[in-house]
């Protein structure tokens, strides 16, 4: 069975700080995707990043970057300048790929609070 | 933009009553998730649909749940009867192609109080 699981349910950083979250994963799949989604106070459900299993670079977005760990199942989030809104829940996200999606599991989340 | 599209927003019913949640998926996509999410369990996967068929509900209880897809625009979440432990928001999401790959679109939830 396949689990995700992120370890830190609370952090914080100071604003323009450097801030990573962390996410580790268990599967015997080899073709698989990787997400990491933001909820804010709204809760809506946004997308952050998106890695694949097979590609060995690691993904980035204006501010945001993984660090995508296959042989040790881990794929962290790094924040670079946080900022205030960037306050919000993050769920680390796995999802199964054989034609597309068979199925996508959440972590538990780290509620990251960004502080002025 | 294209967007799911999930009804009610907000319901609070008593105890006992049947409650439809409704989720339009963003057109053209083809996989249509529902999730639960409550503080204590986070976001958990009821059920899941491809092309309207139902591939897996193992997440979801049989005795008082059940999820259908009568048309490619519409999927449904039913709770009859409702109890207290069903308070959570539910989520609907379909997947398709998005500018980074592969995308979940997640609706805005449905947040569900039984009293």
């Known amino acids: 069975a396949q689990t995700v699981t992120q370890s830190q349910p609370e952090m914080s950083v100071q604003e323009a700080e450097t801030v990573t979250l962390s996410c580790t994963y268990d599967t015997s799949e080899s073709n698989y995707y990787l997400f990491w989604y933001k909820q804010p106070p709204s809760r809506q459900m946004i997308l952050v990043i998106r890695?694949?299993?097979?590609?060995?670079q690691n993904a980035t977005e204006n501010r945001f970057s993984v660090n995508f760990q296959k042989a040790a199942k881990s794929f962290s989030l790094k924040i670079s300048d946080s900022q205030l809104g960037d306050t919000a829940m993050y769920f680390c996200?796995?999802?199964?790929?054989?034609?597309?999606?068979?199925?996508?599991?959440f972590g538990p989340g780290t509620s990251l609070s960004v502080i002025p | 933009d294209a967007r799911v599209t999930q009804t009610p927003r907000d319901k609070v019913t008593e105890m006992g009553q049947e409650v439809t949640m409704r989720c339009q998926p963003i057109?053209?996509?083809?996989?249509v998730f529902w999730y639960r999410q409550t503080m204590m369990q986070g976001l958990e996967l009821l059920a899941y649909?491809?092309?309207?068929?139902?591939?897996?509900d193992s997440g979801m209880p049989k005795d008082r749940f059940s999820a259908e897809m009568p048309d490619a625009t519409l999927a449904t979440l039913k709770i009859q009867p409702s109890e207290p432990r069903d308070s959570a928001v539910y989520f609907c999401?379909?997947?398709?192609?998005?500018?980074?790959?592969?995308?979940?679109?997640f609706g805005e939830g449905s947040w569900l109080t039984v009293v």
């Open positions: 996200a796995f999802g199964w790929a054989k034609t597309s999606y068979d199925k996508v599991i």
């Open positions: 057109l053209g996509h083809n996989t």
């Open positions: 999401a379909s997947v398709g192609q998005g500018a980074r790959g592969n995308t979940i679109y």
């Open positions: 890695q694949e299993a097979y590609k060995q």
């Open positions: 649909f491809r092309n309207r068929a139902p591939l897996d």
